[in-house]
């Protein structure tokens, strides 16, 4: 219940013309009681001169007690009088036929013209209601720290932004203008029933509690099965992301057969719960329909018991069964809806689970924005854990403004760590980290990533223009800065030669490129950028050689007057650094420069050895050449 009451607060926005829709529902409702109160005078007007609407069913039948339709004077159907013509008896022809079926098709007009109304109404909110859910789901998610998307795959998170949503959307756009339609009717239907008679009426009480309570227990079954269904979905999801994500390596190990095979036993357990809910789905109509019979016999037994006592006008009776089907088809359309609903609040409840997530490093209001900073880095006693698996260990760093640092060491010695905590991607388990002074936790996390720029090993481009993704950052960039900024990066050349240019679409993730052309479309970008500080994690990683080379000259350039950070396996990249801090176990081990770590002869050297040790003579090749 909370859960939907959570949805029906997304309508706050849309009150006004949820209103309107909604008294155009009540008015459906007071319609078809209308439309079977024309039946009743129809009936009562085949045995009369002149009986106006309502009037009809006054007489009571002979020797019988007064029925509850004794007198309709004082009623909303008696009012009508003053505007509804007198109905002629049938002797005078058949003009009371035509009057009869005039109101009919004027009344059927009205109900239909108030059902679209309301219809459209419901569902054109309903529409809107989903986009601003959407819209904040998807906000919400581009603002979770770094760690949350380590737990939850992209699989499981696009399943939820579509899948789930589009669950709610059924709810949202159609299902609840269909329950508010169906229950309007239903409870005008019901009040007019016990109007016109109290005692047949009264075994609807009887009769209710037997059709609600399965309903509502299918309802209950339904929705666990439901947000089972939907948890193997996004699993199914995440090997079809991971799949299509990393086809050519796919392809490349000839491992079609067993990604078919991975994808057929998601397949396999998406479809139990899915099973399950078809079943308590397809329970729904027997139980209704079982349980309708059973009040048809106990009214028809009413109906006879009453009629044998002469305390029943037979003239309602018609009017009493089209109430009666009204009220039933009302209640089995409602316990279909149920059902959707339950799947819907299924759905539901996996989506506000993200909604409820703390955002990334949730800001205090107060707190002020970063003032340019001039580069001065300090990590002061920094640890740092992922989970109870620590990553780094006391670190005391401070780099001065303008000072190109390298940072290197083995696999998992916390390089990418460290720098991550700058930015704020983690924030450390203890100790601070400041830049020209100010704790970073300080100050507003815009303000701060607005002067980093970073130049990932992986590169992330989207599928769109070249001048775009350079332009990522600064969008309002002009394009010759944009052009300036490529060349800087090496990439002007090879852009130029490109079908469009700068406006040529490079496809998902760059792929319509090369690893070295989607690497120097990224340094351009965070060339353009122009940020006082700059992380190079691995930036050179997928460059040749000869590329390598030409892009150093674009490096120099773009490190003067900012603090660098350099992330590097390949020592020949970080030789020119002003320092080289060498990591082991999360913890700095050495620091210095290139030749002094090398005279020092510890971790720096052996690493530099290990990796240049192909790069000496062979004696044996010696020997031959000789």
Not at 108 to 115: D, H, P, S, T, V
Not at 144 to 172: C, E, K, N, W
Request: glycine share 8%; net charge positive; hydrophobic share 45%.
């Amino acid at each position: 219940m909370s859960d939907f009451l959570r949805l029906l607060r997304l309508y706050r926005p849309h009150l006004g013309r949820l209103a309107a829709a909604v008294a155009s529902l009540l008015l459906v409702g007071v319609l078809s009681v209308l439309l079977v109160s024309l039946m009743i005078s129809l009936m009562g007007a085949l045995g009369e001169e002149s009986a106006p609407l309502g009037a009809a069913v006054a007489a009571p039948v002979p020797g019988a007690p007064p029925v509850r339709l004794e007198t309709l004077k004082g009623d909303l159907l008696a009012r009508l009088q003053g505007w509804i013509p007198q109905m002629p008896a049938l002797e005078h022809g058949p003009g009371a036929f035509v009057r009869v079926g005039l109101w009919l098709l004027v009344l059927i007009f009205l109900k239909g013209a108030f059902e679209y109304v309301s219809s459209y109404g419901l569902r054109r909110i309903g529409l809107d209601v989903v986009l601003d859910l959407r819209d904040q789901l998807y906000d919400q998610v581009l603002r979770q720290p770094a760690r949350f998307f380590s737990l939850h795959s992209t699989g499981s998170l696009m399943s939820r932004i579509t899948g789930d949503v589009g669950r709610i959307q059924r709810i949202a756009s159609g299902d609840m203008a269909e329950m508010l339609r169906a229950g309007s009717i239903l409870i005008f239907q019901l009040v007019f029933v016990f109007y016109l008679h109290s005692d047949l009426s009264f075994v609807l009480l009887v009769i209710l509690p037997l059709v609600v309570w399965p309903i509502v227990l299918l309802g209950r079954k339904l929705k666990r099965a439901s947000r089972k269904s939907q948890e193997r979905m996004a699993e199914l999801s995440a090997v079809l992301n991971e799949t299509l994500g990393g086809v050519r390596v796919v392809k490349a190990f000839g491992a079609e057969k067993f990604e078919r095979g991975r994808f057929r036993k998601a397949l396999e357990r998406a479809q139990q719960p899915a099973i399950k809910a078809v079943k308590l789905n397809s329970l729904t109509t027997p139980v209704i329909d079982l349980a309708g019979a059973v009040a048809l016999v106990v009214f028809l037994i009413g109906v006879g018991w009453k009629a044998s006592l002469g305390q029943l006008d037979l003239r309602i009776l018609p009017g009493f069964l089209a109430s009666l089907a009204y009220l039933f088809l009302a209640a089995k359309r409602l316990a279909r809806l149920n059902n959707s609903m339950q799947q819907g609040l299924a759905a539901a409840r996996r989506v506000f689970s993200i909604l409820d997530l703390p955002p990334e490093c949730a800001e205090d209001p107060d707190l002020s924005d970063l003032p340019p900073v001039q580069g001065r880095v300090e990590f002061c006693n920094v640890h740092f854990a992922y989970g109870r698996c620590e990553a780094l260990r006391g670190i005391d760093l401070e780099v001065p403004a303008g000072q190109v640092v390298a940072l290197v060491g083995r696999s998992g010695a916390g390089k990418t760590t460290l720098m991550s905590l700058l930015p704020r991607f983690y924030d450390p388990t203890s100790g601070e980290v400041r830049l020209d002074g100010h704790d970073v936790r300080n100050v507003r996390l815009l303000s701060l990533r607005n002067q980093i720029s970073i130049v990932a090993q992986e590169t992330v481009l989207f599928d769109d223009t070249v001048r775009r993704n350079i332009a990522y950052a600064t969008p309002d960039a002009s394009m010759e800065r944009i052009e300036e900024a490529a060349r800087a990066a090496c990439a002007d050349e090879f852009i130029r030669a490109l079908p469009e240019g700068y406006e040529t679409r490079i496809g998902e993730g760059g792929s319509r490129l090369s690893a070295g052309q989607r690497q120097r479309l990224s340094i351009a970008r965070a060339i353009l950028r122009d940020a006082p500080i700059l992380i190079l994690d691995e930036a050179t990683a997928a460059l040749d050689a000869e590329s390598e080379a030409r892009i150093q000259e674009a490096f120099e350039n773009l490190m003067r007057k900012r603090t660098v950070f350099v992330i590097a396996h390949r020592l020949s990249t970080v030789r020119r650094a002003d320092r080289i801090i060498v990591l082991d176990g999360g913890r700095i081990v050495e620091s210095g420069t290139h030749s002094e770590l090398l005279s020092k002869g510890r971790l720096y050297r052996r690493l530099h050895e290990l990796q240049f040790r192909d790069d000496r003579p062979d004696p044996g090749l010696e020997r031959m050449a000789q």
